[in-house]
């Protein structure tokens, strides 16, 4: 079992890269927002309701996670293995 966490762990940090490095209150924020956002099906309207937030405060949040990522997920093959990466790291954490 200790191979397979440890095959997680890498596969979430390849995945999330540069979204680990902000201190631990910024890191915390955008990963529950790329979380909730991927768990809403990509709505971003679910996704403000759901973390409280007015839409321009979540557009800013996902605007930075992904300019952390290195582009939108959305709608392309990357966003499953990003998915995962969260659930992953979240299990890890």
Not at 11 to 16: F, G, K, S
Not at 66 to 76: A, I, Q
């Amino acid at each position: 079992m200790g191979t397979r966490l440890t095959i997680r762990g890498a596969h979430a940090a390849e995945q999330l890269g540069l979204l680990l490095t902000p201190r631990h209150e910024e890191r915390e924020l955008l990963l529950t927002t790329l979380e909730t956002y991927f768990e809403s099906g990509f709505n971003k309207t679910r996704t403000a309701t759901e973390l409280h937030l007015q839409r321009q405060s979540l557009y800013a949040r996902l605007q930075r996670a992904f300019d952390l990522l290195g582009g939108d997920p959305t709608g392309t093959p990357r966003a499953l293995a990003l998915h995962l990466a969260l659930r992953h790291h979240r299990r890890l954490s």
